[in-house]
C-alpha cells in the first residue's frame, strides 16, 4: 500500500519558518518524481515546488529564493524548507509522488499570522 505522510505544519508568525517533511512507503521512492502543492480556502491547488528523480527542482515564482525542496532517498522523504513566510502562504500543503500516475499525501495544515 503506498502512503505518503505530511508533517511539520503549524501556526508561526509572519517572518518565520517551518520545514515539511513527506515519509513515502509503498513505491521505490528514488525513481518517483515528488512535488508540494498547496490549497488556500476558496482556491485552487497549486504548485509550489518539484525535485525529479535526478535532483532537479523547480519553484513557483512566488516561492523562488523562499522556499526549497529536497530530498533524501535513504530516508524516502522530500522535504520543503521555508523561510520568511507571509500570510499568504497559509494554505493546506500536500506533497505528490509522480511517475506515469500521481499518488497524494492527506496535507498538512500551514497557518502564517501577521
Known amino acids: 500500500q503506498v502512503q505518503l505522510v505530511e508533517s511539520g505544519g503549524g501556526l508561526v508568525q509572519s517572518g518565520g519558518s517551518l520545514r515539511l517533511s513527506c515519509v513515502v512507503s509503498?513505491?521505490?521512492?528514488?525513481?518517483?518524481?515528488m512535488s508540494w502543492y498547496r490549497q488556500a480556502p476558496g482556491k485552487e491547488r497549486e504548485l509550489v515546488a518539484a525535485?525529479?528523480?535526478?535532483?532537479?527542482?523547480n519553484y513557483a515564482d512566488s516561492m523562488k529564493g523562499r522556499f526549497t525542496i529536497s530530498r533524501d532517498n535513504a530516508k524516502n522523504t522530500v522535504y520543503l524548507q521555508m523561510n520568511s513566510l507571509k500570510p499568504e502562504d497559509t494554505a493546506v500543503y500536500y506533497c505528490?509522488?509522480?511517475?506515469?500516475?500521481?499518488?497524494w499525501g492527506q496535507g498538512t495544515q500551514v497557518t502564517v499570522s501577521s
Open positions: 525535485i525529479t528523480s535526478s535532483g532537479s527542482t
Open positions: 509503498g513505491l521505490t521512492f528514488s525513481i518517483y518524481a
Open positions: 505528490n509522488a509522480k511517475r506515469g500516475y500521481t499518488v
